[in-house]
Every structure is written in structure tokens, then in C-alpha cells.
């Protein structure tokens, strides 16, 4: 089976850095995605990790460390736009992904 | 980029009565689409893997016969939720995967919210 772990709830302020963590244990780990979800709307792709290392694109940077089982997203100079619920997500055979609980960001100003 | 559209994207049923929910890929071809549920404030559930051409994975605890799914193009997969109760009121999402060139990013449809009442 798969179970995911990242922190329920992140408060941070307007042009700040946050990092939002995700530990896993997964049978058959092909990957780890990370995805954003606005309250009523579908989840959108932010990055992917399938090897150790950081993968930087624009704000976001995504980072993964297969021996530790661990990975994070990290958002910089946060904007108001930004508050949202964050996924991870292992992927498995077939693509098959599952998700964690999702982190709630808030941005405050 | 690639597209997934939902249709509906909101419907209100009867107790008992089935519901289709019908989700495509408009512009690419998708051999493996997912379905996912999701209650409000919660995690998104993988409810089965769709394939094209054969019958569909379900995960463990999901009930098959009451959530017939059934991939019938590259483009095309439709969820039925049968006999439908209120404890089935969710939303429910579809994805599919773009394999090609070594992508790994699957592309959400915009979620159809279904009310059983």
C-alpha cells in the first residue's frame, strides 16, 4: 500500500519562502508529483521528481530524496495567489498516482 | 497544453437513480484516464484506473458494480454511479496521463460535483 505525509495547514506572509514537506511509503516508487488545488477547482501539475535532487521552475522548486523517502516543495516570494491546498503525490505502475492529505497554505499579507 | 473537460460539471439526483459522468481528452489520446473522489477538505482518492479497450482497476473497497466505468476511445471515459445514495455525493474527478516524450503529469478534468438527494 501507499501512505503520505505533509502538514495540514502553513501560514506564511506575502514575499516570503515556505517549504512544505512530504514523507512516503510507497511499494514500487516511480516518482513524486506535487499539485495545487484552489477551494473548488481541479488539482494543476507543478512539478515532478523522479530522481534525487532539486528541480527548480520559476517560484516553485521541488526536491527529492529517494533513500529518505522524503521530498519537498518549496515556494518562494509568496503571493496571495498562492494560498491553496498543495498535494504530493507518489506514482506508481501504470502512472497510477496517490495523494497525500494536502498541506493548506495561507498567504497572509 | 493538454486539456480534460468534465461533463457535467455539477448535477443533483434522486435517491436510486444512475448518474454518468463522461470525461474526455480533447487533444490528445489518453490509454489510461483515473478517476479520483473527493470529499470536501480532504485528499484526492484513486478510485480505479481506466483503460482503453479493457475493463478497469479498481482500488481496494471500491465497489465495481456501482461504479461502472467504461473507456471506450482514447479520448472517452464515463464513470455511472448506480443506484446512487447521499452518502455518494462527492467530487468527482478524472485524469489522464500523457506518456509520450517521457511525461509524467497527469492533466485533471474540472471536477463534476455530484449532490444525492
Not at chain 1, 493548506?104 to 499579507?109: A, E, F, G, R
Not at chain 2, 482518492?45 to 471506450?72: P, R, W
Request: glycine share 8%; charged share 15%.
Amino acid at each position: 500500500g501507499q501512505s503520505l505525509e505533509q502538514p495540514s495547514e502553513v501560514t506564511a506572509v506575502e514575499g516570503a519562502i515556505v517549504q512544505i514537506n512530504c514523507t512516503y511509503q510507497t511499494s514500487g516508487f516511480y516518482g513524486l508529483s506535487w499539485y495545487q488545488q484552489h477551494d473548488g477547482g481541479a488539482p494543476t501539475f507543478l512539478s515532478y521528481n523522479a530522481l534525487d535532487g532539486l528541480e527548480e521552475t520559476g517560484r516553485f522548486s521541488s526536491f527529492l530524496s529517494r533513500s529518505d523517502s522524503y521530498g519537498y516543495l518549496l515556494l518562494q516570494e509568496l503571493q496571495m495567489k498562492d494560498s491553496a491546498s498543495y498535494f504530493c503525490a507518489v506514482g506508481g505502475n501504470f502512472n497510477k498516482f496517490y495523494f497525500g492529505s494536502g498541506t493548506k497554505l495561507n498567504v497572509k499579507p | 497544453g493538454a486539456v480534460v473537460s468534465q461533463h457535467p460539471s455539477w448535477v443533483i439526483c434522486k435517491s436510486g437513480t444512475s448518474v454518468k459522468i463522461e470525461c474526455r481528452s480533447l487533444d490528445f489520446q489518453a490509454t489510461t484516464m483515473f478517476w479520483y473522489r473527493q470529499f470536501p477538505k480532504q485528499s484526492l482518492m484513486l478510485m480505479a484506473t481506466s483503460n482503453e479497450g479493457s475493463k478497469a482497476t479498481y482500488e481496494q473497497g471500491v465497489e465495481k458494480d456501482k461504479f461502472l466505468i467504461n473507456h471506450a476511445s482514447l479520448t472517452l471515459s464515463t464513470l455511472t454511479v448506480t443506484s446512487a445514495h447521499p452518502e455518494d455525493s462527492s467530487f468527482y474527478i478524472c485524469s489522464a496521463v500523457e506518456v509520450e516524450r517521457g511525461h509524467n503529469e497527469q492533466f485533471f478534468g474540472p471536477g463534476t460535483r455530484l449532490t444525492v438527494l
